[in-house]
C-alpha cells in the first residue's frame, strides 16, 4: 500500500510541474471497452449523459484499466464525468451516451489541469465508488451523493406532510452547511441543483426557503468571487432572480387567493342573511295579503284553529254559538280556497 501512494505521489510530483493531469481508474471488464470523458458547464445536466459534453475516450485494456492525460483542461476547478457504457451499442438504435441505462455507469468529480486522479473499485467490485485524488474537492460530489441518499431515506420513512415539513427544514439545512464546509462552490452547486429541481418534493420548501435564507445569496457570491465571469456563476444567478420571482408571485398569489375567499365567504353569508330576511318579509307580506282578505272575527277563527281548538272551545273563547263558529269556518274555505282545517293550519304554517 505505502509503495503505491509513493509511486502516486511520485507521478504527481512529475505532472504538477509539467501542468499535466492524468485520470487513472479500473473498471471490471464486462462493465464496457470504452470509458467516456465529459466536461460539463451546466450544472442542471448532472443526471444524465449529453454527447455534447464529451471530450475525449480512450479504451481499457485486458483487466479493466483505463487512462486519461493531457494539458487541454482549465487550470481552474471544473465539473467532469467519467463514464462507462456497457450495452453493446449495435443492440439498439439510440447510443446509450444520449442517457444512461442499467449497465452504464458514471462518476461526478471537480479536477483542474495539474489533477492526479485514481478511481479505484470498492472492496465489493463497485466501479467508480472511491477517488484518490490531489485535489481535494475531487471526491466532493461522492460524499454529497451519500448524504442525499440518507435524506431520501429519511423523506420515504413515512409519506405525510409534516413529515415532509420536518425533514425539508432538517435536510435543506443539513446539507448547505455541509456545502458550505466543504469551500468549494462547485459542490454546493451540486447540492442546489438536487434541493432546486422542479421535480423534486423539496422544490416548494425550496421557494420558501429562498426568500428567507440568506444562503443562496451568499453562494452566489462565493462563486463569483471563486469562479467569476463562468457560466455556472451566470446559470446561478440568472435562475435564483428568476426563482426569487416567482416565490415572491406565489406568495403574493397566495395573500390575494387568501383575501379573495375571505371575501366570497363574508358575501356568500351577506347574501344567505339578506335571502333569509327578503324570504321572511315575503312570507310576512304574503300572510299579511290572506289576513285582509279576512274579517277580524275571520282572522281570531283562524287564531283559533292553529292553537288546535275545536269549534265548542273557539265558541267559549270568543263567546259565540258554535253554529257561528261553524259559519265562519264554511266563510273561511270559501276565501282561502280550502276544504279542511288542516289546509288552513298549513297554509298559514308556511308563512311562518
Known amino acids: 500500500m505505502s509503495t503505491r501512494i509513493l509511486f502516486f505521489l511520485i507521478c504527481f510530483t512529475i505532472l504538477k510541474s509539467q501542468g499535466q493531469y492524468r485520470f487513472d481508474g479500473h473498471i471490471n471488464p464486462d462493465e464496457g471497452k470504452t470509458v467516456y470523458l465529459s466536461y460539463i458547464e451546466d450544472y442542471r445536466k448532472f443526471s444524465r449523459i449529453y454527447t455534447d459534453q464529451i471530450i475525449r475516450k480512450t479504451e481499457t485494456d485486458s483487466l479493466g484499466r483505463f487512462s486519461f492525460q493531457g494539458t487541454n483542461l482549465p487550470e481552474e476547478n471544473r465539473i467532469y464525468r467519467l463514464h462507462v457504457d456497457g450495452c453493446e451499442m449495435e443492440s439498439t438504435k439510440n447510443p446509450h451516451v444520449l442517457g444512461v441505462c442499467d449497465f452504464s455507469q458514471s462518476v461526478l468529480f471537480i479536477a483542474n489541469n495539474t489533477d492526479t486522479l485514481n478511481f479505484s473499485k470498492s472492496a465489493y467490485g ?56 466543504l469551500h468549494e462552490p462547485l459542490a454546493e452547486l451540486f447540492i442546489y441543483d438536487f434541493l432546486s429541481d422542479r421535480r423534486n418534493e423539496t422544490y416548494p420548501y425550496y421557494l420558501k426557503d429562498l426568500n428567507e435564507n440568506p444562503y443562496y445569496g451568499n453562494l452566489l457570491e462565493r462563486l463569483k468571487k471563486v469562479y467569476p ?50 324570504k321572511r318579509q315575503s312570507r310576512e307580506m304574503a300572510k299579511k295579503g290572506i289576513l285582509e282578505k279576512l274579517t277580524h272575527q275571520e282572522q281570531k277563527i283562524v287564531d283559533e284553529i292553529l292553537k288546535e ?44
Open 126 to 181: 463497485q466501479t467508480f465508488c472511491q477517488i484518490v485524488s490531489t485535489n481535494p474537492s475531487s471526491d466532493n460530489f461522492l460524499e454529497i451523493a451519500t448524504l442525499k441518499e440518507e435524506m431520501i431515506v429519511d423523506f420515504n420513512d413515512f409519506n405525510s406532510e409534516a413529515n415532509k415539513k420536518i425533514n425539508s427544514e432538517k435536510w435543506f439545512a443539513n446539507l448547505q452547511n455541509f456545502g458550505t464546509g
Open 229 to 278: 465571469e463562468t457560466s455556472y456563476t451566470q446559470l446561478y444567478e440568472n435562475e435564483i432572480d428568476l426563482d426569487k420571482q416567482i416565490a415572491s408571485n406565489k406568495g403574493a398569489s397566495l395573500f390575494t387567493w387568501k383575501w379573495i375567499l375571505a371575501f366570497a365567504l363574508l358575501l356568500s353569508l351577506l347574501l344567505n342573511i339578506y335571502l333569509l330576511m327578503k
Open 309 to 352: 281548538k275545536t269549534n265548542k272551545e273557539i265558541a267559549t273563547d270568543l263567546f259565540i254559538s258554535v253554529s257561528t263558529v261553524k259559519t265562519h269556518i264554511n266563510n273561511l274555505y270559501k276565501k282561502l280556497d280550502v276544504s279542511k282545517r288542516d289546509d288552513i293550519k298549513g297554509l298559514f304554517e308556511n308563512q311562518n
